[in-house]
């Protein structure tokens, strides 16, 4: 149904403004990065020209050269239109790939380089943006999930993986090999989502370890008193035990990272399954997009996020 809308005309989507505001910071960010060639910092650029040149050596090449949009049969506003899509709203890969004429395929593997040129650069654009980060990091764990995860259990699958060899829907009953964690950690309007293969305290750690390079020392934790929790040490550590109250008396909760969940599992049920890495980088590309919507920098922020990748 959606394709024949759009084969009607009735949604159009227009990524030229875009394109001319990926070619403006592309071409700044060139200025003033080395050149690939020689590493003499004398790049130049023209209005009229999607070329970038090297006054020293002379080297010519494109302003979107190292970044996501190298080389692409999309535009680099589609790139960015698909990207939103696909981070922001509750669409699948399948249905944004109706709105474009490239194949799904073309969109799937744009979308995975995307995403990993965005983690590269956030931590960059994260530290010329934010505002003061502190107070106290909220941290909480899922159950186990499946990494072909649909917000349900474990799928059906193959026999090399423990499945069924009966005809028919058969559910899986292997071995929990397949099962992994996604760890949340919130500060303020920083958001890090992590899927690690369990929950123990090396691997819940990570995630608070990324809270504080990507603001500052860690001086107060909150969570909800697990067992996993229990080697870390900060000087104001307090728990809420959820089954007897969910705020406690001195205000202590972990509210932010709940509602994390309520916004992260509709999400990711529009998968049709996920490999472990692909689990890995969804929930982190959704963790840190969902910073830049908090922090009031979602479009510049995601922008410069694909374009800092000039300086690799």
């Not at 589609?78 to 890969?93: K, N, P, R």
């Not at 072909?148 to 829907?169: A, E």
């Amino acid at each position: 149904m959606l394709r024949d809308i759009v084969d009607l005309g009735s949604i159009v989507l227009r990524p030229e403004p875009l394109d001319d505001e990926i070619e403006r910071r592309c071409k700044q960010a060139w200025e003033q990065a080395p050149c690939p060639e020689c590493g003499d910092t004398a790049v130049q650029s023209g209005d009229a020209s999607p070329r970038v040149w090297c006054r020293n050596c002379r080297y010519t090449f494109t302003y979107t050269r190292n970044t996501p949009f190298e080389g692409r049969t999309l535009s680099p506003g589609e790139i960015v239109l698909i990207f939103v899509l696909y981070a922001d709203t509750l669409l699948s890969i399948h249905q944004i790939a109706q709105l474009f004429d490239p194949v799904y395929n073309t969109i799937h593997t744009t979308l995975r380089e995307g995403e990993a040129a965005f983690e590269r650069g956030f931590s960059l654009v994260w530290e010329r943006i934010q505002h003061s980060v502190d107070g106290p990091t909220q941290i909480d764990e899922t159950g186990h999930k499946c990494s072909g995860f649909k917000g349900q259990t474990p799928p059906r699958d193959g026999l090399s993986r423990g499945g069924s060899g009966d005809r028919g829907r058969g559910r899986w009953e292997g071995a929990p090999g397949d099962t992994m964690t996604i760890i949340g950690a919130c500060r303020d309007t920083l958001r890090v989502l992590r899927a690690e293969r369990g929950a123990n305290p090396e691997e819940l750690k990570p995630a608070l370890d990324e809270v504080e390079i990507l603001s500052e020392k860690l001086e107060e934790v909150w969570h909800d008193g697990w067992r996993g929790y229990a080697p870390f040490v900060y000087e104001n550590e307090q728990t809420v035990v959820h089954s007897e109250e969910f705020v406690t008396d001195d205000g202590v909760h972990i509210n932010q990272v709940e509602c994390l969940w309520s916004l992260l599992n509709p999400w990711l049920a529009k998968f049709r399954g996920l490999s472990k890495p692909g689990l890995e980088q969804s929930v982190r590309t959704y963790g840190f997009v969902r910073t830049l919507n908090l922090a009031g920098a979602p479009l510049h922020g995601l922008l410069d996020c694909f374009v800092v990748n000039v300086f690799r």
